[in-house]
């Protein structure tokens, strides 16, 4: 079975750019989660799709949003980047079906790593 | 901050000594999950433990969850240069949020 795959791996982009990463989550798992690691913040939760439905977000500006296709396929965007924003951006799948309760373990790609200039 | 504490923040002992790495947190859980992650790669599951148990074992792996304490651990026995790597453990909260710690970075020399 194929790992979630994260594209693309490394990424370099200019303040007040936007950026569009993409998951691609283990077969059969509907929900997918996105994360952003920075040596300073640590990880720190984005949001999750269940569905093609945001269940859960933490807490990000408006600039991160992302969306959840038919074939649970997951895109995240960042718009007007900032340099902050520069960090290790993970993504996991899962077979969480119950909002809220996360009782089955996370499948995590090796995300993309966004540098911004 | 919602984050609870790990520690130590850095351990480096030599191979085929135990490792004990501690997680305190602040508010209820569903469950507690422990994930190691590589240098610049994703996270690996390795035990996820309810909120009404109190040990899990795996190989050499034995988690232990205190909720009167909101506490848990993860003990690595036999430790092998493999298992370098960091340590997070990770809290579900009821609002549907995850809550990481901030790690504790291994080191197990050979």
């Known amino acids: 079975k194929a790992g979630v795959t994260q594209t693309p791996r490394y990424l370099i982009k200019t303040r007040g750019q936007q950026v569009t990463l993409s998951c691609s989550p283990i077969?059969?798992?509907?929900?997918v989660s996105w994360y952003q690691q920075t040596p300073g913040q640590g990880l720190q939760f984005l949001f999750e799709?269940?569905?093609?439905?945001?269940?859960n977000k933490g807490n990000f500006p408006g600039r991160f949003s992302g969306r959840q296709f038919s074939n649970s396929r997951s895109e995240m965007n960042v718009s007007t980047l900032e340099l902050g924003d520069s960090a290790l951006y993970l993504c996991?799948?899962?077979?969480?079906?119950?909002?809220?309760?996360?009782?089955?373990?996370?499948?995590f790609g090796n995300g993309t790593r966004l540098t911004v200039t | 901050s919602q984050q609870g504490e790990e520690d130590p923040q850095a351990l480096s002992i030599q191979e085929g000594e135990n490792a004990t790495m501690n997680c305190s947190y602040k508010?209820?859980?569903?469950?507690l999950q422990w994930y190691r992650q590589n240098s610049g790669r994703g996270l690996v599951h390795l035990i996820l433990?309810?909120?009404?148990?109190r040990e899990k074992h795996s190989g050499r792996l034995r988690v232990t969850l205190d909720t009167s304490k909101k506490s848990s651990s993860l003990l690595i026995t036999a430790s092998r240069a493999a298992d370098t790597a960091s340590y997070f453990c990770?809290?579900?909260?009821?609002?549907?949020?995850?809550?990481f710690g901030q790690g504790t970075t291994l080191q197990v020399k050979p």
């Open positions: 433990i309810r909120s009404n148990e």
């Open positions: 996991a799948s899962s077979f969480n079906t119950q909002a809220a309760s996360y009782n089955s373990p996370l499948h």
């Open positions: 508010t209820s859980i569903n469950n």
């Open positions: 990770v809290r579900s909260s009821n609002t549907g949020k995850l809550i």
């Open positions: 077969s059969g798992h509907r929900s």
């Open positions: 799709y269940f569905s093609e439905t945001q269940r």
